[in-house]
């Protein structure tokens, strides 16, 4: 196996875990703080670990921060920050509305729409193998983010129920994110731009809740606290994660399609400290995901 595509794979999965940690922190915080405060205060604690561990990353190595050369990556990064801060408010909007069984599953296909916009538009010519094992591997995500017992006939009706547009619109503005973002820090030191990018975003959700909410949500304090370091923390690992795969590798859709199984480790999580009983669907899915993963290891970049 090439080791661009092992860098490619082990990305993709530390976004997934990371993505799924913080699922499933946010599953907990939601509950007890509700989702304006979760979102808030997650991408603050999110903000302030980045920053951390790139200043301890260029002391550690003696290494200069790589600044943006150009007005137009200033301004990308601006952009970008925002347009994931989108996202997050599109997706909480969505689950507010309507129901988890029937948005879940739209929101899981945006790394394979992600994959699909790398390969047609941006010029990665993946190998029939390896355009198999990807497939698997995103059947896998749509089976891991059903809910036990929704049929095919859920989603019909649900196409008319609440939150299906703000779901759809996240869908949408995630996966062109998802190969910008890619664009934006491919052959670059990407430490620099992908804390840049996070602070805009956690700006943007700052401002957009001051708008939303009237008063700013009050500091969480004590387990709900260490829910939303949590949330940002995890976070923050899924961001690295993604930015190695995309700025060292060019296997672009398998970057995108692994980090969208986040389901995989949250459902675990759930598992294993909730008490939650795994559906036979979820262990499909689960089945699938790891499948992928193993054929997309044996076929390697042919």
Known sequence: ??????????????????????????????????????????????????VTVVVARDLSTWTAPVWPDTPGLWYALAGLGAAQALVYLFVYRGFEKGRLAILNPLFSAYGGGAAILTIVFFGEDPSPGRLLAVAIVFGGVLLLSLEAGSTGADTVTGARSGGVPEILAATVLAAIWTVLWDATVSSRDWWTLVSLMYLAMAVTLTATARTLGGVFPARPRGRDLALVIGIGGAEVLAYLAISVGFSM??????????????????????????????????????????????????????
């Open 249 to 302: 590798t060019p296997y672009t859709s398998v970057v995108a399609v692994l980090a969208g199984a986040f389901s995989l480790p949250a459902l675990a999580l759930a598992r294993a400290f909730l008490g939650d009983r795994l559906a036979g669907i979820h262990r499909l899915g689960a089945g699938a995901v790891i499948t992928g993963t193993a054929v997309l290891a044996v076929v390697g970049g042919g």
């Open 1 to 50: 196996m090439p080791s661009d595509l092992a860098v490619a794979m082990l990305a993709g999965v530390g976004a997934m875990v990371g993505w799924g940690f913080s699922d499933f922190f946010a599953k907990l915080a939601v509950d007890r703080i509700g989702s304006l405060s979760a979102l808030v205060w997650a991408h603050l604690a999110g903000a302030a670990i980045i």
